[in-house]
């Protein structure tokens, strides 16, 4: 994969940020970025100091957004502390604007057909699998019964070709979502549109797509900073740990990394961070 730069030093990516915090912005998936893997995911919440540490950032830079492939309105729960917190849901599908939940035009046509979907994926899947039915997008979860995974992907595979769908393959679980785009890039590519800098963190294959358009856009642009925060994990992590500028083991170290940013702003306590 083609780099933009020479490698980065984490304390030079700080202070380019602090320099031009008015024009930087951090974003931020959900699932194993800063919230822990479960076997059941609505039983899921942020990892202690996540939500404070967006909350402080909020205050000290441009934007700060989640990008997450769960609903917006899912989002809007678990960071309803952080009004400043941009929530973009189902990758970028959905949005959250004054408290309520936007659906683009262009998905929502697609809403009865992956209704459908859902109950076609109870009937025919084993009980085993675990079918999030997220309205516009189908996951398919088969963390309880890993030996499902290929007639998993069989299905959705042929779901996919029939119906006109996307796949999306992740944390032991295959989504099924309709051909519109949008995606984690197209949400950051927008959002950093303005910026100077911007962090991406991520643990999935779906980050890829950020870290792409950050690579980009740093092509295109001499002075632009992405900074790409891998959190490793031994399922899909290895593919974005290699193309990442830092990372962190779990997604319990994510607010500890955090700190070290947070703490280069004049007026709070310095922390150096190794790297
Ligand atoms: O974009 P994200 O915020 O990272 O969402 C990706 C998927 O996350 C959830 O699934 C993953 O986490 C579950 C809870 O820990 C875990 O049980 C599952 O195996 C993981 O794949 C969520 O349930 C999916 O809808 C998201 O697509």
Redesign the pocket.
Known sequence: MATSRAPLRFADAVSATVSESAKSGFFF?????I???????AA?FPVPGAVERLRVLAGLVSRVAIV???PAAFLSDRFAAVPQVRLYGLYGMQTVVDGQVRTDAEARPWAPLMRDLAADALRDLPGEVLV?D?ALLV?L?Y?TAPALRGAVERWASTKAAELGLREQY????V?LRPPVEHDKGTVVEREAETLTRAWYFG??L?DGRAFDVLRDRELRDPAFLGVRVAVANGETGDELARRADFTVSAPEDTPDLLDHVIGAFPGRSARSYPG
């Open positions: 998936d959900f699932d194993g970025t919230a822990p893997i479960l076997r059941d995911p899921v997450s492939a769960r999030e997220k996951a979860h963390r992740g944390r032991m679980v989504e643990d999935d779906s």
